[in-house]
């Protein structure tokens, strides 16, 4: 197995630093990582540029459109999609490739928050199940490229949560693994809202997703009910 982690980022410069040092901790030599990045202004493109890293500047703004032309220059048999401020665990590699031996090509691990509230791990408990409501970017998804390209990638028309709409579709023929391991996921939007509040919020996209409501509509709704500008559906 050879493995392209693959990374969109857009200002994402107070997180890609910690994320590319993990990463890079393993002693494995068989991937690479690839940067997407959408344009970013706040110094995220030159962070990268420390690391034996490959950055790539995505034509178009958006974490499908970013992850799909990143995907397209994989060198890897399998793509591992990680967002900017989550830390996979550090045994990422041999995870993946025993998921591949039990014949899953598609998958997920579940979280944790980077915080010691207690009613956060509320959130975390539920990602161990196999509900499409438990499932979210944040966990990483790791995909052979001969399923990615089956499935034609994430769908470009989806401004948020293309992470629900490949695993739906993928899950209509294919298992679904998730690896019973915690990711390392920022709270930063529990850090300026209530935790009511980003719930309500995250059900109520979740919902409007289902109905097929416009994304535009679903992006105004949840940054109206939140304060924190930095949102998984910024872009």
């Known amino acids: 197995m050879f493995l392209s982690i693959i990374i969109p980022t857009y ?3 107070e997180h890609i630093s910690e994320l590319l040092h993990h990463l890079q901790k393993t ?8 940067v997407a990045d959408g344009g970013s202004n706040d110094g995220t493109q030159e962070i990268v540029e420390n690391f034996e890293v490959k950055l790539i500047s995505s034509p178009e703004k958006g974490r499908a459109k970013q992850m799909n032309f990143a995907a397209k220059q994989a060198k890897g048999d399998v793509l591992y999609f990680v967002h900017a401020d989550s830390l ?22 579940r979280f944790k928050f980077n915080s010691n509230k207690k009613i956060l791990k509320l959130n ?12 979210g970017g944040d966990q990483s998804l790791f995909v052979t490229k001969t399923l990615f390209n089956e499935l034609n990638g994430y769908c470009e028309q989806h401004k ?16 679904f693994k998730i690896i019973p391991k915690d990711v390392l996921v920022s709270a930063r939007k529990y850090d300026h809202n209530s935790y009511l509040k980003v719930n309500v ?8 997703f289902y109905a097929k409501i416009d994304h535009d509509k679903i992006i105004k709704i949840y940054k109206r009910l939140l304060n924190h500008e930095r949102s998984e559906l910024k872009y």
């Open 11 to 13: 200002n994402e410069a």
């Open 27 to 34: 002693s494995h030599q068989n991937f690479e990582i690839l």
């Open 124 to 135: 975390a408990y539920f990602t161990r199940f196999n509900g499409i409501m438990c499932r």
């Open 201 to 208: 919020a995250n059900l109520l996209a979740f919902m409007m």
């Open 160 to 175: 948020l949560m293309e992470d629900y709409d490949i695993i739906i579709r993928a899950r209509k023929k294919y298992h």
């Open 88 to 109: 996979p665990p550090i045994t990422f590699i041999e995870d993946i490739e025993k998921a591949l031996k039990e014949r899953f090509f598609i998958g997920c691990y």
